[in-house]
């Protein structure tokens, strides 16, 4: 296994210098993402994929009276991602919890906001992942999805090469599924080579 399937699946040593390194490498396209994201001081936030748990962090700065969640598949990610943001979950303001998006194991219609950083490249069946999405959801809450790599370019190749079962999607195959999962006004924003959408449920 390369060292890089660790960003698919955080596992062992490897994956635990790359959850590190996904929290600060991925910090400009999280950023930017972020400024598309409006969310009320109480919201309550899902964020998938979570790996190391930086986003956690920014998302319960960004709504400093609310509740974060985060849940990831890989024991490595979870452990980072509540190491990261421990403080807040002693407050009982955050929660991370292992487990694969396909199949939450959260109620329905409960959360105002959820999103997904550099992570639906991995999900292995996406509609049924942007269902489940769409189902924690309340109605009127917002999907927030950031990719560095927006599928348009010949350099997303190279990561599909060596990244077993990673896809990189273009915005319209996004919106498409999107739009199949029950989602409207779905939103496109890119910047260089990055990718962000927003949708409504
Ligand atoms: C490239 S990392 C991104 C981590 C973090 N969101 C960031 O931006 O730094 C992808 C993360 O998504 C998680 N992941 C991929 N597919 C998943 C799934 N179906 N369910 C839950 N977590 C998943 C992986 O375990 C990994 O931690």
């Not at 979950?89 to 487990?99: F, H, M, N, P, T």
Request: aromatic share 10%; hydrophobic share 40%.
């Amino acid at each position: 296994m390369s060292f890089f399937e660790n960003t698919r699946k955080p596992i062992g040593l490897g994956g635990k210098i790359m959850v590190a390194m996904m929290n600060l490498g991925h910090s400009p396209v999280a950023r930017w993402g972020l400024y598309f994201l409006e969310l009320a001081p109480d919201a309550k936030v899902l964020d998938c994929g979570c790996g190391g748990g930086a986003n956690i962090k920014r998302l319960l700065k960004k709504c400093p009276e609310g509740i974060v969640k985060g849940i990831d598949y890989s024991p490595v990610s979870v452990e980072k991602s509540k190491k990261v943001n421990e403080t807040a979950i002693v407050e009982g303001r955050c929660a991370v919890l292992q487990g694969s998006v396909a199949d939450m194991m959260f109620v329905d219609n409960w959360f105002d906001a959820v999103t997904a950083f550099e992570t639906v490249y991995f999900w292995p069946d996406l509609p049924q992942c942007f269902r489940e999405v769409y189902r924690v959801l309340k109605p009127g809450g917002t999907l927030l999805i950031c990719n560095e790599s927006n599928g348009d370019t010949d350099k997303d190749e190279k990561w599909t090469e060596i990244i077993g079962g990673m896809t990189i999607y273009k915005d319209a195959e996004l919106k498409t599924y999107l739009e199949q999962a029950g989602f409207h006004d779905v939103q496109i924003h890119k910047k260089k080579s990055w990718l962000c959408i927003t949708a409504w449920k």
